[in-house]
T-cell receptor, first 118, second 117 residues
Framework: AQKVTQAQTEISVVEKEDVTLDCVYETRDTTYYLFWYKQPPSGELVFLIRRNSFDEQNEISGRYSWNFQKSTSSFNFTITASQVVDSAVYFCALSERKATDSWGKFQFGAGTQVVVTP | DAGVIQSPRHEVTEMGQEVTLRCKPISGHNSLFWYRQTMMRGLELLIYFNNNVPIDDSGMPEDRFSAKMPNASFSTLKIQPSEPRDSAVYFC???????????????FGPGTRLTVL
């Protein structure tokens, strides 16, 4: 079963528009981490943010903001006033703590391609 | 501080040849992960190590793939013999994870783009 769902395959926007990327996760653990990574056309995977399951505070970093809601198992990501440099694939990931596997690993979503045109 | 280092960055080889990909994790990290990324299958976890010990290799596609981590600062992923369907970008990532905890932030290397002709 898919643990992390990014239902949007591709989002196209014009520069300066806002864009919100959805991420829905599934877990029975009470302790887990959620992440967002960016993969620009150059190919590297860049860490953007980590969220602890006990911290539901939203976060803003420049033009980026994240909305974590445990009630809906969602961790959405918004880019405000998008720029061409924001064009990339964005991945959401979940890391759980499992009793039978004491070393956790990531579950990545399929990614959302964001295309920002001038 | 240096990030995760991978070599080579690009590898072109012929079917049947042995390919060895190398990774140097971030100093102080105790977990190392090998991923493969293709258009068809996305990002797949192949194997991961904790404290140099392989923990889960269920993602390794078949016996042609093997991975080792002889010490805390070096890991290899070997494909022997290589096949065209192995063409992909292979990423190495490292993190510091506490026993019993969720895997913490993974930092990725630049990847090795492998082409098998």
């Amino acid at each position: 079963a898919q643990k992390v769902t990014q239902a949007q395959t591709e989002i196209s926007v014009v520069e300066k528009e806002d864009v919100t990327l959805d991420c829905v996760y599934e877990t029975r653990d009470t302790t887990y981490y959620l992440f967002w990574y960016k993969q620009p056309p150059s190919g590297e995977l860049v860490f953007l943010i980590r969220r602890n399951s006990f911290d539901e505070q939203n976060e803003i970093s420049g033009r980026y903001s994240w909305n974590f809601q445990k009630s809906t198992s969602s961790f959405n990501f918004t880019i405000t006033a998008s720029q061409v440099v924001d064009s990339a694939v964005y991945f959401c990931a979940l890391s759980e703590r499992k009793a039978t596997d004491s070393w956790g690993k990531f579950q990545f979503g399929a990614g959302t391609q964001v295309v920002v045109t001038p | 501080d240096a990030g995760v280092i991978q070599s080579p960055r690009h590898e072109v080889t012929e079917m049947g040849q042995e390919v060895t990909l190398r990774c140097k994790p971030i100093s102080g990290h105790n977990s190392l992960f090998w991923y493969r990324q293709t258009m068809m299958r996305g990002l797949e976890l192949l194997i991961y190590f904790n404290n140099n010990v392989p923990i889960d290799d269920s993602g390794m596609p078949e016996d042609r793939f093997s991975a080792k981590m002889p010490n805390a600062s070096f890991s290899t992923l070997k494909i022997q013999p290589s096949e065209p369907r192995d063409s992909a970008v292979y990423f190495c990532a490292s993190s510091f994870t506490l026993w019993g905890g969720p895997a913490d932030t993974q930092y990725f290397g630049p990847g090795t783009r492998l082409t098998v002709l």
